[in-house]
């Protein structure tokens, strides 16, 4: 008999086959600590091959300057705007 109300060890918003895409530093700054570490999978909730995904996607925007690079860059950086979810409408 499977125990009803068990958590997962993932996280369910990022599926196994999800693209982490380099473009978007919105989604990959909540990978990144205040201090411009790359949060641990442990920590993160994803598993070894999404981490690994992240690393690298992070990897490349820093390399583009999409995301800043370094604890010195993360004072003066401008973090982007959060996308709302929601669609606007016209009145």
Do not use: C, W
Not at 1 to 22: A, I, Q, V
């Amino acid at each position: 008999m499977l125990k009803k109300g068990r958590r997962s060890k993932f996280r369910p918003e990022f599926p196994g086959d999800f693209k982490f895409d380099y473009k978007d530093p919105q989604t990959l700054y909540r990978f990144i600590m205040e201090g411009g570490k790359i949060i641990p999978s442990r920590i993160s909730k994803l598993s070894h091959t999404q981490q690994k995904r992240v690393n690298d996607a992070i990897k490349k925007a820093r390399n583009l300057a999409l995301l800043p690079l370094g604890t010195h860059a993360y004072d003066t950086f401008q973090r982007p705007e959060a996308i709302s979810p929601k669609p606007f409408e016209l009145d």
